[in-house]
């Protein structure tokens, strides 16, 4: 979600006030918390005047208030952070979906920088990093108590160079290491193909500024074949999130009228709602949507607004559960700060956040916690993660639990031979969630068929 410009002196008291402007809280109580901020920030003058006169070489104010800023923003939540100008530039990168480095989403748990999930198709997920993975030194330095931010600075760079990743995982009795060659990363946010009969999947890899349009263009492809559209899979597996505009667009695509997500925070501000509008609404057909510990923030958004709105049975794990919004405030100085200002409720009033989006039809992809392979982390892992507003309550009864695909030959569709490439394909066959979510679409065709379409021509 892009920042709002503000400039002006005035931006340091919007910042060290906004806890103080809500509408609820007398002016007296406003006056004697301001008091407060102003004891601490003389405090905070007074250490950096004692640091600068007495410490054993001269130190580096800039440095120094720097790191001040870093620590205070760090107390709040891991996705509060100060963004240097360099940083603000390479975030900016990001939402273009081109960047120079290894491909892996991380966060901080134990003090530890854990893999969340390494992005398909890049030098990571290529060298077999995998999510829980933790990562224990870059190069010769420790990570432990370093933060996102810094180690995202070391772990990128420029293409065709290496960079050493020591790895600690549940299984392995010793560090392993992983040199891997940084490369640009393009991430292709709109896959798809064609899974016979009707059946279209799409594959969202990550939200940014040309997902809407790539999801178009693909809807429209399998819209003009013969026949149409019967059914689509969404898979929003290992989706990371990106921006909260285009969210709001994807679900838009599905939605024909009503709420698609709203925010609710301090300040009035930062209360908004999204709404679907009928206007290029894809209706007609049934939806699957695939998830899973991977889809985080943006694609918790697009499938709780499916699933309360009955537009598609989700299917898969439990979701990530960031469901908490961050607002780039650029600073004067070219730097900003990226600060977590509201919380994402679904259009029923779910929220999201530590807790993440339940599927309606549970069912793990075969890979569930074998020898070696790490837990996947979640939001409600990480330290200080903002606590969502049912934490700690009992949680709901979980989704049905679905058996795997059945493993029973099946016929060739006719018209096509032996080898021809569909549906029933090595890689898609490897993969139990596909799999039986296109069986979902396929079986609610004929049941359509039989009985829907049959009892309206009788």
Do not use: C
């Amino acid at each position: 979600m892009k920042g709002r410009k503000w400039l002006g002196p005035a931006i340091f008291v919007v910042i060290f006030f906004a806890g103080f402007i809500s509408g609820d809280i007398t002016a007296s109580r406003h006056a004697a918390q301001a008091n407060v901020a102003f004891g601490k920030l003389k405090a905070f003058g007074d250490v950096l005047s004692t640091v600068q006169g007495s410490y054993v070489e001269e130190p580096n104010v800039d440095e120094l208030v720097n790191g001040a800023i870093k620590g205070m923003l760090q107390t709040l939540d891991p996705h509060s952070s100060y963004l240097t100008p360099e940083m603000l530039k390479q975030v900016e990168v990001e939402t273009k979906g081109s960047f120079g480095g290894l491909g892996i989403e991380i966060g901080v748990k134990d003090g530890v920088l854990t893999v969340i999930s390494p992005i398909d198709d890049t030098p990571a997920f290529r060298a077999g990093l995998q999510a829980g993975d933790k990562i224990i030194r870059i190069e010769s330095e420790p990570t432990r108590d370093m933060n996102v931010m810094d180690a995202v600075k070391r772990l990128r760079g420029e293409p065709g160079t290496k960079v050493t990743i020591w790895i600690a995982r549940s299984g392995l009795s010793e560090l392993r290491s992983f040199t891997i060659t940084r490369a640009i990363i393009k991430i292709k946010s709109v896959k798809s193909k064609a899974m016979g009969d009707g059946i279209g999947y799409i594959k969202l890899t990550q939200f940014q500024q040309d997902t809407d349009g790539e999801l178009e263009k693909a809807l429209q492809a399998f819209t003009g074949e013969k026949g149409g559209l019967k059914g689509l899979v969404l898979d929003l597996r290992n989706n990371p999130g990106g921006l909260l505009d285009q969210a709001v667009k994807v679900s838009d695509r599905f939605i024909e009228s009503g709420l698609i997500v709203y925010t609710d925070g301090r300040i009035e501000n930062q209360k908004f709602k999204y709404f679907a509008h009928k206007n290029g609404t894809y209706m007609g057909f049934p939806m699957v949507v695939l998830v899973n510990a991977g889809s985080a923030s943006a694609s918790e958004i697009v499938a709780g607004a499916l699933q309360d709105h009955g537009r598609a049975i989700l299917l898969g794990t439990q979701t990530f559960g960031k469901g908490s919004v961050q607002t780039i405030i650029p600073m004067e100085d070219g730097s900003a700060i990226r600060l977590t200002t509201a919380r994402y409720f679904t259009p029923n009033g779910r929220s999201i956040q530590a807790k993440g989006i339940e599927p309606d039809l549970v069912l793990g992809d075969g890979k569930e916690n074998p020898e070696g392979h790490p837990t996947p982390l979640r939001e409600r892992d990480i330290e200080r993660h903002l606590r969502g507003e049912e934490e700690g309550k009992e949680p709901p009864a979980p989704g049905k639990t679905v058996p795997p695909p059945s493993k029973e030959k099946k016929e060739e569709p006719s018209g096509k031979k032996n080898g021809d490439k569909d549906a029933a394909s090595k890689e898609d066959a490897k993969d139990p969630q596909l799999e039986r979510a296109v069986e979902l679409l396929k079986g609610w065709e004929i049941f359509k068929l039989r009985y829907i379409d049959k009892g309206k021509a009788s």
